[in-house]
């Protein structure tokens, strides 16, 4: 063997080894379930749901929600709400005053059990929001001050300055981690929960969530455990998905403000470089905490989002109204007010929920667009155009979305080859297209499934 041709082979071999010691090192994720995998969440804010506000105007809509197509049913917080300090005419949910009570205007704990009851009988999951971090400042827990955070002075303290109405919680203190603790397994136990939704879940201490997480699966193996963070750790042993807010900041970016859409390719790869293998993240473009995305993207605008939302790797979730093309403000001030959702809103806006309608259908048909493996795809104008395939279980799907009011003409880096365009709207039956020239009109998006 020539001695050139050794040393390659050799230097080969040695890099090989190395990156093979670089995977092996990689953690993984903990183990997700199925329909986890598989879901689509639907956020519900009871307060703005329906106009009688309680768990019945959310029952009343089951049917809807069912056809709809989600599958994981996200309540936010049902407890009753602090008074003293509130922000608002009502004051926020995410201000507890007590964690095994129900705000009387929602309805009763028999109400509440019934609607899950219904929801498992259409086949429909439901998870409470749980704020671990924080209580009210009216809170029955304020008889343990010791349980609290204080100042240098020995005052109770918020746990952050702007959040002026609660009080941040203490996890140095072993009887609040075991009162917690209890908290949630009696919601899950009492209640049939499927699992929770963790408010500022980065905060809390990530051993707390750990052990909590034995103490629910003891109750119910295939739960659910999701934090609002954006923290690696929390998804090794505690937690099934977190929020992928990298990704949503850089989407408001390039929607709102013309950021280079190849923004988004390198936040999502910076991510992967970040988290275990195996990790799921949780995707949106609009929830209670942002402004609506139809107030932010505009009609078009805020339908390619969520096509990108719906057709990339994690785990979609929308909030309510959406489907309908809402408008009514769900963020600050809103939050601490009641601002129903204006369902009427669909009828001007009709071609809002067919599309959501036949874009979850698309996404639960098609293992490809759920967990199947992600490549990005380089276009004629990828400043402002997104090309990517999604690839699994033997299907490959190519998603492009223009992210601009500026049409498109031009190639996308594909072999030639034909695809069917199963985009919703397009008709039935579905087109065959001749890749790789593409055209793509203002905020459009195209799903096409190439034919083996």
Known sequence: MPRKLARMLTIFAIHLCLLSSLFAQQPT???V??????????EINPRTFSQSADFRGIEKKLDELKQLGVTILWIMPIHPVGQVKKKGSIGSAYSVQDYYAIDRSYGTKDDFKHLVSEAHRRGLRVILDIVANHTAWDSVLMKHPEWYQHDAQGNII???PDWSDVAGLNYASQDLRAYMTEMLKYWMREFDLDGFRCDVAGEVPTDFWETARIALTNIKPDMIMIAEANKPELLLKAFDLDYDWP??????????????????????SQDRERYAKGSLEMRFSDDHDEKRAIARFGERGAMAASALVLTMDGVPALYNGMEAGDTT???????????PVFWQIGERRPNFRPFYEQMIALR??????????TEWVKNGASSR???YFRRGSGEEYLIAINTSNQPFEGVVAVPQGE???ETPGVGDPKPAVTLPALSLGAWDFRIFRKVH
């Open 29 to 31: 994720a903990r183990p």
């Open 33 to 42: 379930a199925e329909w986890i995998r598989a879901g689509v969440i639907y």
């Open 158 to 160: 918020p746990p952050v």
């Open 247 to 268: 990704f949503h900041s850089t989407l408001t970016n390039v929607w709102e403000n013309g950021a280079p859409a190849t923004a988004l390719i390198d936040t999502w």
């Open 329 to 339: 403000e769900s963020t600050a001030p809103a939050l601490f007010e009641k601002m």
């Open 364 to 373: 639960r048909a098609h293992p490809a667009l759920q967990q199947g493996e």
């Open 385 to 387: 155009v997104l090309t």
């Open 419 to 421: 695809y069917k365009d």
